[in-house]
C-alpha cells in the first residue's frame, strides 16, 4: 500500500501484517535487498530532524496573510509552500553533516540499532543518539528554501561519493 507520510508531503510504502500493523518500506529495499547500514542510519538521520526542518520551513514565510509563500534563493521567486523545499547550503550538506557526525562520534553503522515507532517508521533504539545528532544537525546545518526545481537542478552537486583513490589519515603515522 502506499502512504502519504504523517507530514503529508512525500508518499512510503508500507506493509499492513496479518495482525494490522504496518510497516514502512523502501522501495529501493525491494529492488536491491537489505539496505547498507550506512544507508539505514542517513534515512533514520532525516527523520530525525524532520519536524526540525518543517518548523524552520514555517518561520520563512513571507507572506504572512497567504501564509504560503516562501521566496527561494537561487531564483528569488515567489514558492508555494508545498513546493517550495528546505536544502542544506553546500558544502554542508545533509550527507555530510551525517558523515561528520559518524566519523566524530567513531560510529559503526553496522552496530546501530534501530527499531520500529507506532507509525511504522523505523527509528534509532537509542534515545541518546538520536538526540546528538539532532543537536549536532541543530550545530551544523545552514538551510535554504529552494524550490523544487531548484532543488533537482542542484542536488547532484552536493552528493560526492567516494572514489577509490580518496585517502584518509585514519593509517597514517603523524609525527
Known amino acids: 500500500m502506499v502512504k502519504k507520510t504523517k507530514w503529508g508531503n512525500s508518499h512510503r510504502f508500507v506493509v499492513v501484517q496479518q495482525d494490522g500493523a504496518e510497516v514502512a518500506i523502501s522501495y529501493t529495499t525491494c529492488l536491491d535487498g537489505k539496505p547498507d547500514s550506512r544507508k539505514k542510519f542517513i534515512a533514520v538521520c532525516r527523520l530525525i ?68 515507532d507506532k507509525d511504522g517508521m523505523e527509528i534509532l533504539a537509542d534515545e541518546e543518539l538520536s538526540k546528538d545528532f539532532r543537536e549536532f544537525h541543530k550545530d551544523m546545518a545552514v538551510l535554504r528554501i529552494l524550490s523544487k526545481t531548484a532543488n533537482l537542478k542542484g542536488a547532484s552537486k552536493g552528493r560526492i561519493a567516494p572514489t577509490k583513490n580518496d585517502g584518509t589519515l585514519e593509517n597514517f603515522q603523524l609525527r
Not at 537561487?74 to 514558492?79: H, N, Y
Request: charged share 30%; net charge positive.
Open 49 to 116: 530532524v524532520h519536524k526540525d526542518l518543517h518548523r524552520w520551513k514555517v518561520k520563512q514565510i513571507i507572506e504572512p496573510k497567504s501564509e504560503s509563500m516562501l521566496r527561494c534563493v537561487e531564483s528569488g521567486t515567489l514558492v508555494d509552500f508545498e513546493d517550495a523545499q528546505v536544502d542544506h547550503k553546500p558544502p554542508l550538506t545533509f550527507s555530510v553533516i551525517v558523515k561528520a557526525f559518524i566519523q566524530a562520534r567513531k560510529l559503526d553503522t553496522g552496530g546501530v540499532v534501530f527499531m520500529t
